[in-house]
């Protein structure tokens, strides 16, 4: 019997683990690949070359080019990188600047429409034309606003390949002005509310969102909130468009269980759902790390972008009465300053319960993940969520807001679902302080009953939190997408 053919996907995003990353689209787009694969997809991921990642990427092969990528050269350098087959977009004129991907002291770069405009045009090249080693993607899947681009430029040459966008957060929508068009290779004939008129502006979320054969988003319940004026961020009516023709998915987001693993972590002491007692080493490990006394209760991590949607004005109301009820909380983050300094004196006032690094510490959220008895996400909006799916990875019992995928995720510990073992965490529908504090009274309830919250800890080991079933519903699509 003939093998099938081995298909081929183009995935084009601003950042992939363990590359680059600022948050969780990243761990999705280095790990999509490796569950694709045995579904028989193959994975290429077009990416901007940051500063230094072509040095950190070693030996490359020079796919494509071109003299003039929006105001400068431009090449396209293939690598295998952490099982990865990267696709590297090498514009200096770009890309190759101080800060991160997105931002410079605290202020976007100034041409960020530009620079995700040139890798959304890129992504199309190479779906139209294919690389110089004779690969051609057979669907093209872009990812959030900086890849928005890649199906209306794919729809203006009249390209047929298919196109799957997927919405990681609909509160960045890529915005700037028309005068751009012309400079950006967009026709002004179609700047209209139907395409890439967005209130007299471009938006490349919602141009991705109109041109995309199909639109994804990254949980079932926030495909549904999505088309709400409270979490559609003005876009609801584009969502409900797509949903109305049946083009609308909600695909949950996994994680990689191998990158993920308290059994094999290089920087924890190892345990699993089996032999969860070496737990209690990693707590005392953080504990002593931040020089904080032993707590009488749950100690708690968060791990986060300092923002409003992370609602860390809710724990910064809370926390002090979970302190004073005996719990203890380590947090790492960076973002709002104006958060950073409200933090910083939470730790000043309880210089024994409260530990806090400020910056981005990937090893460190490692080691967090495994002492912690908590991990807590209050959310205001969470399309999916990927730090309670590690807290259920590392027995770190999430306590979430019922949002997004933080509700399709977590299975409340109510005295039902304790009887039924069937609890993973602690949810709250009512996203305020109020439901916050009475979310953390129930968690240092149950943590004083030592066998129901070892119960409790055991299910959130045993949750199923890895790609398996959601990359099948993205091979279906894809499929799908193919006739
Ligand atoms: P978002 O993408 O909205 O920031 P997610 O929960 O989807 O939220 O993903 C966040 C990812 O980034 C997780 O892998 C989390 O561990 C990681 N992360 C967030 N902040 C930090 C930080 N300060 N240091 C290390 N890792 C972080
Ligand atoms: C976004 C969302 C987050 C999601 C991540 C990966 O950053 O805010 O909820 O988990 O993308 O899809």
Redesign the pocket.
């Known amino acids: 019997m003939a093998a099938r053919r081995q298909r081929r996907v183009l995935s084009v995003a601003s950042e992939c683990a363990p590359l680059i990353?600022t948050?969780?689209?990243a761990?999705v787009v280095g790990a999509l690949p490796a569950a694709l694969e045995p579904l028989g997809w193959r994975s290429r991921i077009l990416m901007p070359a940051y500063p230094g990642l072509l040095e950190r990427v070693g030996r490359t092969r020079r796919l494509w080019r071109t003299d003039d990528l929006f105001g400068g050269p431009a090449c396209v350098r293939a690598c295998r990188y952490a099982d990865l087959d990267l696709l590297l977009l090498d514009a200096p004129h770009l890309y190759e600047r101080d800060g991160g991907p997105y931002v410079v002291d605290g202020h976007d770069h100034h041409d960020n429409h530009v620079r995700f405009a040139a890798l959304s045009w890129v992504g199309a090249r190479l779906a139209i034309e294919g690389t110089s080693d004779r690969w051609r993607p057979d669907v093209v899947h872009a990812h959030d606003w900086q890849a928005g681009l890649v199906p209306s430029y794919l729809k203006y040459a009249g390209a047929s390949t298919p196109s799957l966008l997927t919405i990681?957060?609909i509160a960045f929508q890529g915005v700037f002005g028309p005068d751009q068009l012309d400079r950006l290779q967009l026709p002004t004939w179609d700047f209209h509310p139907d395409a890439l008129e967005y209130h007299g502006l471009v938006s490349t979320l919602k141009a991705g969102m109109v041109h995309a054969s199909r639109v994804s988003t990254v949980s079932p319940s926030y495909a549904e909130e999505l088309t709400s004026a409270e979490f559609g961020f003005g876009l609801q009516g584009v969502v409900a468009m797509r949903r109305d023709r049946g083009e609308l998915h909600g695909i949950l987001?996994g994680i990689d269980t191998r990158v993920w693993d308290p059994a094999t972590d290089p920087v924890i002491i190892n345990y699993s759902a089996d032999f969860p007692e070496p737990k209690a080493a990693n707590r005392r490990a953080l504990l002593e790390e931040f020089s904080l006394a032993e707590p009488s209760g749950p100690l708690a991590v968060v791990?986060?972008?300092l923002t409003h949607?992370k609602g860390v004005d809710l724990l910064l109301e809370k926390l002090p009465t979970f302190i004073e009820s005996g719990g203890a909380v380590v947090v790492?983050?960076?973002g709002d300053p104006g958060y950073e300094y409200a933090l910083g004196e939470l730790a000043a006032r309880y210089p024994q319960s409260v530990g806090l690094h400020i910056?981005?510490?990937?090893p460190?959220?490692h080691r967090m993940y495994a002492g912690a008895d908590l991990v807590l996400v209050p959310s205001r909006f969470?399309?999916?969520?990927?730090?309670q799916l590690?807290g259920l990875r590392y027995g770190a019992v999430p306590l979430v807001a019922a949002t997004g995928g933080l509700r399709d995720t977590v299975i409340d510990a109510n005295p039902e679902n304790l009887a039924q073992g069937t609890a993973t965490g602690f949810t709250f529908g009512d996203i305020d302080p109020g439901g916050l504090g009475f979310a953390l009274g129930r968690a240092v309830d149950l943590y004083a009953d030592t066998e129901a919250w070892s119960r409790l800890r055991s299910q959130a080991l045993r949750a199923p939190v890895d790609w398996g079933t959601s990359a099948a519903h993205y091979v279906a699509l894809f499929t799908e997408l193919l006739g």
């Open positions: 990353k948050g969780g689209l761990d990681h957060n987001n791990v986060t972008r949607q790492l983050g960076s910056g981005y510490d990937e460190l959220s969470e399309p999916c969520g990927l730090t590690i």
